[in-house]
């Protein structure tokens, strides 16, 4: 794994980074709730300027990325932000599994003539290559979301570009321990912070993280045009769950491997995708670009989506609920989600928690085979 800016590992930065250094300070940023300050301390007005607590979060996000943080009030309003650096007549390449909300993003600029759009699948590494020549912005998603189609941002993200063309990666699902866009040449890396990062299904924020100076002080520009600011209250969660990532991480996708290896080997279930497994067909390129396959595992049922829905409803443990990254493991049947009927009708994402493995196993089998009966 990459070290970061203070010569220390990802595990220790996340512990140490975002707190004040002075004497007498305190040892966690506070909350500070304010919109304006007191004139001539170099800080005005908040949405201009930020607040300690915004800071915190950007210091550890962005330096974690090994770049400078931008932090939003969601990762939708971080991914607008990169949108918003492009030009009239722009050309943007989207993966074919792409997050819903970016394809609803893109699809409106595109009806309103502010660009176009064009589709390259996640796994077409010479149709991404070819993509950095023509394109004004590269819009990347790897793993993909939820098929985990896994991308090869080696090759990529060091292809020739047009001058100008911003490579975006999301790599939320990843998060930056198992990857690091920036590393790989990407222009800019986001996060959903209300994620991984985040980790407790308590809070909306996004970062966008960048080594590019120019870069980095438009996407504050655009921040504050746009008042996508994030709260007080989210970005001080945000920070200290980042605290905990590297523990979380390790236990849930530890899980998340052992229960792949079993539904794959399930009578009820149809196929299984998860980058850990020899099976899946991204799975050489997963090995060398990422430092762990994650937690995240979608998976289709026999019996269609009447059977998936009969999973959700029934496991105990697993909550039917939407998003990922969160100590509790959460599933929901995707096809369900406007905007995403494209998608196996039996899929369902499974977001891994931190619940006892064997736990977990008992209570997806079970439901499983009430299903199916």
Not at 73 to 100: E, K, N, W
Not at 151 to 168: F, N, Q
Request: net charge negative.
């Amino acid at each position: 794994m990459a070290e970061h800016p203070a010569g220390i590992k990802a595990e220790s930065w996340l512990v140490s980074a975002g707190r004040a250094s002075e004497p007498g300070a305190p040892l966690n940023v506070p909350l500070v709730p304010a919109s304006n300050f007191i004139i001539g301390g170099g800080r005005e007005y908040s949405r201009d300027d930020g607040t300690p607590t915004w800071e915190a979060l950007e210091d550890l996000v962005g330096g974690l990325e090994t770049g400078r943080g931008v932090a939003f009030a969601s990762g939708m309003a971080a991914i607008a932000a990169v949108f918003d650096q492009l030009t009239a007549g722009a050309v943007v390449v989207l993966p074919d599994d792409c997050y819903q909300g970016v394809a609803g993003l893109a699809a409106a600029g595109a009806e309103k003539g502010r660009w176009s759009v064009e589709r390259v699948a996640v796994d077409d590494t010479q149709g991404w290559i070819g993509a950095c020549a023509r394109a004004d912005l590269v819009w990347l998603e790897s793993p993909s979301n939820p098929l985990l189609t896994v991308a090869d941002l080696h090759a990529i993200c060091a292809a020739a570009r047009k001058p100008g063309c911003i490579v975006a990666v999301d790599g939320t699902l990843a998060t930056p321990l198992n990857q690091c866009p920036l590393a790989f040449g990407a222009t800019v890396s986001l996060q959903s912070a209300t994620k991984f990062i985040g980790g407790h299904s308590d809070l909306l924020a996004g970062v966008a993280s960048t080594r590019d100076e120019a870069l980095w002080r438009a996407l504050r520009k655009s921040r504050e045009l746009s008042g996508a600011t994030p709260g007080t209250l989210e970005a001080f969660l945000a920070l200290r769950g980042a605290r905990t990532l590297a523990l979380r991480l390790q236990r849930a996708q530890q899980t998340a491997m052992l229960l792949a290896e079993r539904l794959e080997r399930h009578p009820q279930v149809a196929l299984v995708r998860y980058p850990g497994l020899a099976s899946h067909p991204t799975h050489a390129v997963a090995q060398r670009v990422l430092a762990g396959f994650g937690t995240i595992i979608s998976f289709d049922l026999h019996g269609g989506a009447g059977v998936a829905d009969s999973v959700c409803r029934n496991t105990l443990l697993i909550r039917h609920a939407t998003s990922l990254g969160a100590v509790e493991s959460t599933m929901e049947r995707r096809a369900a989600i406007p905007g995403q009927e494209h998608l196996p009708p039996s899929l369902l994402r499974l977001s891994v928690g931190i619940e006892d493995a064997e736990d977990l196993w008992s209570d997806l089998d079970r439901a499983i085979r009430a299903a199916s009966a």
